[in-house]
């Protein structure tokens, strides 16, 4: 019979979290102690910033069991803590994850999700080097703190976009929507695991190396990632920056598997483009003159694109979107507000 | 009507987090960026380590709601976390708090939540720089990850204890779970909320101060708290270090309020004592000369004593408790093991 946690207790989960480190993690140096004390310990390199982030997955909010397999749920869970890191500019180094579990989870549903947890930190060298298991009586849930670090004076943040910037967004975001669509009204999710836009849904992409590669460059002024939507996101940058936006409709990336899919949801693409949606792309806003600069360099990392969809306006101009025929709408983030539906 | 979650929004409730955090929070050094970003960031002091901890208390399984005020609830979920980094040496310097909240979930309690968690970080100098909330069906949780730092080289193990070792506690373990007891057997919660023993479960202390004082001034080998009980972690410290201990029953250390509840629920109170419970008291080893100067520098810092109890011995002895008659008794730490039953 498969094994559940009330089979083998905390301290032997503990004991295979220890075993799988071992043979399917890395080791990140730095670390002078790590899984097994009352916390973890870091040496911070000389000339870098530490960057914290939490981020927590809950079962039936955020991941149905049924429609995600353990290792997506575990790259999921992990991928958009590392996002939330690239994002400030920075790559990940140490993960320590926070679980929930009831006692009938299945051991081999957990060490799965720690086989996804390494095939996102692993290509980083980043490393598992805490963490914690609690009993919940409800719904599983997945907190992973992950710890980062950035060139001093090189962090990236919200607030410093300026009128005038370009405002650029990598891949295509609202695939995610998408995805989560066709899971929802599909009959057998195992029969759409291998759609584009479902697996962008249930292993979106960060874009870390991209982020920290742009920060780097010293090219941009703002960056955030998509975590809430594009519009969402974009608006978290003119809020903080107090500046305004311009979206050109015709300029926002469109993949061909969301155009099929839009069509075939009696759906505008570009409304999907925009909505809230789990993608992890990065916005960013520049120069004019560092749009071909910082193109190439994404170009240089991945087969992701950088699209240049608008500029930074005024404050008091909101946020617009500037149609086909020239005229502009006026459009609101709604934000990804969790409680209010 | 009082407020709920569903009232305001996630949006709305970050708001208020920051009001609360201007308003009764403190600013610590070393932060860049804080709350409102994608993650935070922090210039780590040079000669210093950096530590991070994260531990969940979970609705029904560590609290109940109806046991416990929303103040004292803050206070405890943050205590435990300073816990672990005052039991490595350190001293706590961020927090950020991962809360998954039902809609139902009243705004007052969570906001009370928070003054209990600044009733514990702002004697320390540490603050809230970041976090995350999560719509949750089932049980709420918080998650809290906790930054600290320690001098280098004055890091405390549990891996560092000795043979010939004296063993040292400070306070009096088992006096939550005498708490835990009353409040579990008493008719209305709300009446037995100012006993000393519930109170010591419902807000114990960290020894953080004392655990760095300790750390600093380099006369421990060994150290931890009793997270898990005095028993179960000595037990750590014993396997960790590859070593046995000898506890002196009568050396025990007993308060009073124990041994009258333990005299009322006809039990054995140096059976609680070294039951698993959650004090978050510490528990160190050092060499005898050493005890005299620990025990002076324990008590030079607060009104808690530090009571040796024993020695540290082979590890082929494990662990054995000697009874007043010189007979000894071999006792098996259990552990706090959630799944085990």
Same mark, same amino acid.
């Given at each position: 019979?498969?094994?559940?946690?009330?089979?083998?207790?905390?301290?032997?989960?503990?004991?295979?979290?220890?075993?799988?480190?071992?043979?399917?993690?890395?080791?990140?140096?730095?670390?002078?102690?790590?899984?097994?004390?009352?916390?973890?310990?870091?040496?911070?390199?000389?000339?870098?910033?530490?960057?914290?982030?939490?981020?927590?997955?809950?079962?039936?909010?955020?991941?149905?069991?049924?429609?995600?397999?353990?290792?997506?749920?575990?790259?999921?869970?992990?991928?958009?803590? #590392?996002? %939330?890191?690239?994002?400030?500019? +920075?790559? @990940?180094?140490? /993960? &320590?994850?926070? !679980?929930?579990?009831?006692?009938?989870?299945?051991?081999?549903?957990?060490?799965?999700?720690?086989?996804?947890?390494?095939?996102?930190?692993?290509?980083?060298?980043?490393?598992?080097?805490?963490?914690?298991?609690?009993?919940?009586?409800?719904?599983?849930?997945?907190?992973?703190?992950?710890?980062?670090?950035?060139?001093?004076?090189?962090?990236?943040?919200?607030?410093?976009?300026? #009128?005038? %910037?370009?405002?650029?967004?990598? +891949?295509? @975001?609202?695939? /995610? &929507?998408?995805? !989560?669509?066709?899971?929802?009204?599909?009959?057998?999710?195992?029969?759409?695991?291998?759609?584009?836009?479902?697996?962008?849904?249930?292993?979106?992409?960060?874009?870390?190396?991209?982020?920290?590669?742009?920060?780097?460059?010293?090219?941009?002024?703002?960056?955030?990632?998509?975590?809430?939507?594009?519009?969402?996101?974009?608006?978290?940058?003119?809020?903080?920056?107090?500046?305004?936006?311009?979206?050109?409709?015709?300029?926002?990336?469109?993949?061909? /598997? &969301?155009?099929?899919?839009?069509?075939?949801?009696?759906?505008?693409?570009?409304?999907?483009?925009?909505?809230?949606?789990?993608?992890?792309?990065?916005?960013?806003?520049?120069?004019?003159?560092?749009?071909?600069?910082?193109?190439?360099?994404?170009?240089?990392?991945?087969?992701?694109?950088?699209?240049?969809?608008?500029?930074?306006?005024?404050?008091?101009?909101?946020?617009?979107?500037?149609?086909?025929?020239?005229?502009?709408?006026?459009?609101?983030?709604?934000?990804?507000?969790?409680?209010?539906?």
């Amino acid at each position: 019979m498969p094994k559940t946690l009330s089979d083998i207790g905390e301290f032997g989960l503990i004991d295979r979290f220890h075993t799988l480190i071992r043979e399917e993690g890395i080791e990140t140096p730095g670390v002078t102690i790590g899984i097994g004390d009352d916390a973890a310990a870091i040496k911070p390199r000389e000339g870098y910033e530490v960057l914290v982030t939490c981020d927590c997955l809950v079962e039936g909010r955020h991941y149905l069991s049924d429609r995600i397999n353990s290792v997506d749920l575990g790259r999921r869970a992990m991928a958009v803590n #590392i996002s %939330d890191i690239g994002a400030m500019g +920075g790559l @990940p180094l140490y /993960a &320590l994850v926070s !679980l929930g579990l009831r006692e009938d989870t299945l051991i081999a549903d957990v060490e799965s999700m720690y086989r996804g947890f390494f095939q996102e930190l692993n290509p980083l060298k980043a490393s598992i080097i805490g963490g914690n298991i609690t009993k919940t009586e409800g719904a599983n849930f997945i907190d992973i703190t992950l710890v980062g670090e950035v060139e001093q004076g090189k962090l990236m943040l919200r607030s410093s976009a300026e #009128i005038g %910037d370009a405002i650029l967004v990598t +891949g295509y @975001p609202g695939q /995610a &929507l998408a995805g !989560l669509q066709i899971l929802q009204s599909s009959q057998s999710p195992q029969d759409v695991q291998n759609h584009p836009l479902v697996q962008a849904y249930n292993t979106p992409k960060h874009r870390a190396r991209e982020g920290h590669a742009i920060a780097h460059s010293g090219y941009a002024k703002a960056m955030i990632d998509t975590s809430d939507g594009l519009l969402a996101d974009l608006g978290h940058i003119c809020e903080k920056s107090r500046v305004g936006a311009k979206i050109i409709q015709k300029q926002l990336p469109l993949s061909k /598997a &969301l155009i099929q899919e839009a069509g075939q949801m009696e759906l505008d693409p570009y409304d999907l483009v925009m909505s809230d949606s789990d993608d992890y792309e990065l916005i960013l806003t520049c120069s004019a003159e560092s749009v071909p600069k910082i193109r190439s360099l994404v170009a240089s990392i991945s087969d992701v694109s950088a699209s240049e969809i608008g500029r930074i306006t005024e404050a008091k101009e909101k946020i617009q979107l500037v149609l086909p025929d020239g005229s502009k709408r006026p459009v609101t983030p709604s934000g990804w507000d969790h409680f209010k539906t």
